[in-house]
C-alpha cells in the first residue's frame, strides 16, 4: 500500500535569479562553455540549506520523528549497508507531516531554526511554482523493497513543473527516461564515489563513467562530485582538471557538479573565497559545467552572473571603497613579507600596509607585530630571552626592538593562521622575507600603487624605554623617497595615539587616520569634533560598525554617518575570508559582508587580509550602487534573519558596547628622546586612544536574500 513519498527535492535557479531585481531583463549573450553554450545553472541543494536544516534518509539526526516515536528505532540494508535509525517508509502521512519538524544536522550550522519547518511534500514544492525545480530520487531500490513505487507516485501527480529528475540508480532512471518529454524534463544520472556500488547494475561508478555513450541512451545529463571534474590532492591543493566535461559534452550530455558549500573545507588555491571555487567549474577558459548543485545558491549566483567573464575589469573612479591591506595579502602569505606585499598588489589593494617597528639598532622595517612570537619563529631562536612589557601586551614576548636586524634576519617568518582548526596556504607557510621601511616604500613607488598608510604604535614605550624616535624614522624614510614633495601616491598615517599623529600636522599632503581598536556603540558630539583635531580618518573595528548576536546581525551602528557629518573618513577593520568570522546573515560568503558595508555603511575603506576578493567584487557591475545593469549585490539587512530564529535559542542580550568619550581620544605628549645617553628610569605614558573604553560585541556581517525550501524524502 502506498503510504507516503517523500523524495528529497531541490529547488533550481537560474543563476540569476536572486540577484536581479524583479523587472531588470537577463542578458542572452551566449559566451559560455557549457553543452547548449547558455549560462550555467545553480540549483539550490535543498533550498538554502547552508542556513536552514532538511531531512534526509535517516530521520532521526534530521527531524524530531525520534522524540515523537522513541521505539520507532530499526536496521534496513539500505544499497549494500546496514543502516540504523528512523525511516519515513514506515510511518504514514499523518504522523510524519502534522508534528515532525526539522533538526539541523551540521554542528557548524545554526541550530537555532530547528523545530521551527516542517516537512515538505512534492506537492507542497511545486505549489510554490519555483522558476525550475530539480528532483533527486536517492533510494528508489530501498523503496520498492518497501512497496513503495517512485515511478508511480511520479505518473500519478505528473511531470509537469519538473525540470531534472536525478538518480544514482540506472534502472529507475531507464524506468523514468521512457515516460517523459526529455524537451521539457531531463533524466541525470547522479555519481557517487568511484568505488561505490550501483545497486542495479552491480558495477562501480567509476567503471559506469567510462561509458559515457551508454549513458546518454537514457539520461540527459549527468551529476558528479566535484572532484570528477577538479580533483583535490590530500595536501588540499588543486591538481589538474580531468577531462571529464569535455568528454560528455561530445556525447551530448549536461554536467552538472554537486558538493559545493561555503562552510566546508575546500582547496587552499581558493583563500577561502567560495566566488573563486565556483568560477574553476564555469569560468576557466578551457570548458564549464553546465550547473552547480550547491548548499548556498546565492553565492554561485553571484559568481556566475556578477564576477564570471569579468577578469579584466577595470574599476570604477570613484564612488568605492579604498582596498587597503591589511600586513599585505596576510591572509595567503606570512604577513609584511615581500610576497604578501607583491600579492596584495597584483590582487587589487588602493593601499598597501606597514607596520612600522623599531629594531635596538634603530632599523624601521615592517612587522605584523613589536612581538616577533606572532608572526615569525622568534620562539624558537630566542626562547629563553622573552620579556614581559605590560605597556604593550599582557603575555611575555620577544620584542623587535630587543634585537639587531641582522638577527631579525636570521628569523622566518611564519603565515598566521585565524582558527586554530583552519589553515591558511601552508605551502607558503614560511615564505617571503622581512622588508625595511625603506625598501617598502622603493616597493610601492616601484609598482606605482596608488597610496601607502604607514601604521606606528608604541611610540611612547619606545621613546621613553629605547630611547628611540621611531616618528621621525618614518619622517625620515618617507622624506628619503620623496613622499612628502608628491601627491600622486596616497600616503596615509595611522597610529592609536593622538601624539603620534600630531608629529604629522605639518604634513598637509598626509592623510592621519586615528586607531580605535577597541569595540565601541557610539561617539558624541564632542568626542567627535576632538577627533576631527587630530585625524581626518578612523578606522574602527566591524563589531563597532554593525552589531551581533549569537552569530546573528542585530543592526548598524550610527557611527559611520555621523562620523561623515564631521567629515571624517571610516575605515573597517579588518575582512577576512574565513566563514568562521562571518556573521550567519552573510551566507558564509565574504563577499556579501563586503557589499554590506560598502553599500549599506557607505565606509571610505576596507581593511583586509584577502585584496583579491574585494578587488573582485570591486570590479564587478554588481558593486555599482548606481548601476542600471541586470545584476546587483545589496547590502544584507542586519536583524532580518535573527527575527526568524527561536527567542528561546539565542543567548542572553549583551551589554551595549561603551560610548567613545573624549578622555579615551586624547593622549599625553611623546616623551622626548635623549641625545647621546639613553634615559633613567622613565615613566611609560599611557597608550593611546581608547583605553579607557571596554572591549564589546563580537562579530559582524551581511547578507539577504534568501530562499527556503527543504530536502525530503520517503
Known amino acids: 500500500m502506498m503510504r507516503l513519498l517523500l523524495l528529497v527535492s531541490w529547488l533550481i535557479h537560474s543563476s540569476l535569479a536572486q540577484i536581479i531585481p524583479p523587472g531588470r531583463p537577463q542578458s542572452t549573450q551566449k559566451n559560455w562553455l557549457t553543452l547548449n553554450g547558455q549560462r550555467p545553472v545553480v540549483t539550490a541543494r535543498g533550498g538554502l540549506s547552508g542556513l536552514f536544516p532538511e531531512s534526509k534518509i535517516r530521520l532521526d539526526n ?15 540494508n539500505i544499497n549494500g549497508k546496514e543502516v540504523t535509525g528512523w525511516f519515513a517508509v514506515d510511518y504514514n502521512a ?32 511545486l505549489t510554490l511554482k519555483p522558476a525550475k525545480f530539480w528532483l533527486n530520487v536517492q533510494y528508489d531500490t530501498f523503496f520498492n523493497q518497501h512497496q513503495l513505487s517512485a515511478v508511480m507516485y511520479l505518473e500519478k501527480i505528473g511531470f509537469e513543473g519538473i525540470q531534472y529528475i536525478s538518480s544514482p540508480e ?8 521512457v515516460k517523459v518529454d526529455k524537451m521539457k524534463t531531463k533524466p541525470i544520472l547522479k555519481f557517487q564515489h568511484v568505488d561505490a556500488i550501483e545497486p542495479t547494475t552491480n558495477q562501480t561508478y567509476g ?14 545529463g549527468i551529476l558528479v562530485p566535484k572532484d570528477y571534474i577538479w580533483p583535490v590532492g590530500p595536501d588540499m591543493y ?3 582538471a580531468t577531462p571529464l566535461v569535455a568528454d560528455a559534452h561530445r556525447e551530448g550530455l549536461e554536467v552538472h557538479a554537486y558538493g559545493f558549500a561555503n562552510d566546508m573545507p575546500a582547496s587552499f588555491n581558493y583563500s577561502y573565497d567560495p566566488t573563486t571555487e565556483y568560477l574553476q567549474f564555469v569560468d576557466n577558459s578551457q570548458f564549464s559545467v553546465d550547473g552547480v548543485v550547491t548548499d548556498f545558491s546565492t553565492t554561485a549566483a553571484e559568481a556566475i552572473a556578477c564576477l564570471a567573464h569579468k577578469k579584466n575589469a577595470t574599476r570604477p573612479k570613484a564612488g568605492q571603497p579604498l582596498i587597503i591591506s591589511h600586513n599585505g595579502a596576510s591572509g595567503d602569505y606570512a604577513p609584511c613579507t615581500d610576497l604578501a606585499y607583491e600579492k596584495a598588489i597584483n590582487d587589487g589593494a588602493d593601499i598597501i600596509d606597514c607596520s612600522v617597528q623599531m629594531t635596538k639598532d634603530g ?18 631562536m630566542f626562547m629563553t630571552q622573552s620579556a614581559k612589557i605590560p605597556e604593550i601586551q599582557a603575555e611575555s614576548g620577544i620584542f623587535s626592538f630587543d634585537r639587531t636586524w641582522s638577527e631579525i634576519q636570521t628569523l622566518k617568518p611564519q603565515l598566521v593562521n585565524m582558527f586554530p582548526d583552519v589553515k591558511r596556504n601552508p605551502a607558503y607557510k614560511d615564505k617571503g622575507k622581512f622588508m625595511t621601511l625603506t625598501e617598502f616604500l622603493d616597493l610601492s613607488k616601484t609598482k606605482a600603487v596608488s597610496g601607502i598608510l604607514i601604521d606606528i604604535k608604541n611610540a611612547a614605550y619606545i621613546a621613553s624605554k629605547k630611547n628611540m624616535d621611531i616618528t621621525d624614522a618614518v619622517r625620515t624614510a618617507l622624506q628619503n623617497a620623496t613622499f612628502d614633495k608628491q601627491s600622486t601616491q596616497q600616503v596615509l598615517i595611522q597610529s592609536d595615539d593622538t601624539s603620534v599623529l600630531a608629529k604629522f600636522k605639518d604634513m598637509p599632503t598626509y592623510m ?7 569595540t565601541i556603540g557610539e561617539a558624541p558630539k564632542e568626542t567627535l569634533e576632538e577627533i576631527k583635531r587630530h585625524a581626518d580618518a578612523v578606522t574602527l573595528p566591524r563589531a563597532s560598525l554593525v552589531t551581533s548576536l549569537g552569530g546573528f546581525t542585530l543592526s548598524m551602528t550610527k557611527l559611520v554617518p555621523e562620523m561623515h557629518s564631521m567629515n571624517i573618513s571610516v575605515y573597517a577593520t579588518y575582512l577576512t575570508n574565513e566563514y568562521l568570522s562571518l556573521a550567519f546573515d552573510y551566507f558564509s560568503d565574504p563577499m556579501v559582508e563586503i557589499a554590506t558595508f560598502a553599500k549599506g555603511l557607505k565606509i571610505d575603506g576596507l581593511v583586509t587580509e584577502y585584496p583579491a576578493t574585494a578587488s573582485a567584487y570591486m570590479r564587478s557591475p554588481c558593486a555599482d550602487i548606481k548601476s542600471s545593469g541586470e545584476v546587483t549585490i545589496d547590502a544584507i539587512v542586519p536583524g532580518a534573519l535573527v527575527d526568524l530564529a527561536l527567542a ?12 567613545l568619550q573624549v578622555s579615551g581620544v586624547v593622549d599625553p605628549p611623546l616623551p622626548e628622546v635623549a641625545k647621546p645617553n639613553p634615559p633613567s628610569a622613565a615613566v611609560p605614558a599611557e597608550n593611546s586612544s581608547g583605553q579607557a573604553i571596554a572591549a564589546g560585541i563580537g562579530l559582524s556581517l551581511l547578507a539577504m536574500v534568501f530562499g527556503l525550501l527543504c530536502s525530503v524524502v520517503y
Open 62 to 76: 534530521s527531524t524530531s520523528l525520534a522524540l515523537l516515536f522513541p521505539d520507532g528505532q530499526k536496521t534496513y
Open 94 to 125: 499523518e504522523e510524519l507531516l502534522s508534528n515532525t519538524t526539522l533538526v539541523q544536522n551540521v554542528l557548524k550550522r545554526p541550530a537555532n531554526f530547528d523545530q521551527s519547518l516542517f516537512l515538505l511534500t512534492v506537492e507542497d514544492v
Open 170 to 177: 540506472i534502472a529507475f532512471l531507464k524506468d523514468i527516461s
Open 207 to 220: 567503471s559506469i563513467l567510462k561509458n559515457l555513450a551508454a549513458i546518454k541512451q537514457f539520461a540527459s
Open 238 to 240: 588543486l591538481q589538474p
Open 363 to 380: 632599523v624601521a622595517f615592517c612587522s605584523a607585530s613589536a612581538d616577533l612570537t606572532k608572526s615569525t619563529n622568534a620562539i624558537t
Open 512 to 518: 592621519r587616520v586615528l586607531f580605535i581598536g577597541e
Open 648 to 659: 528561546e535559542s539565542l543567548p542572553p542580550a549583551e551589554a551595549p558596547a561603551p560610548i
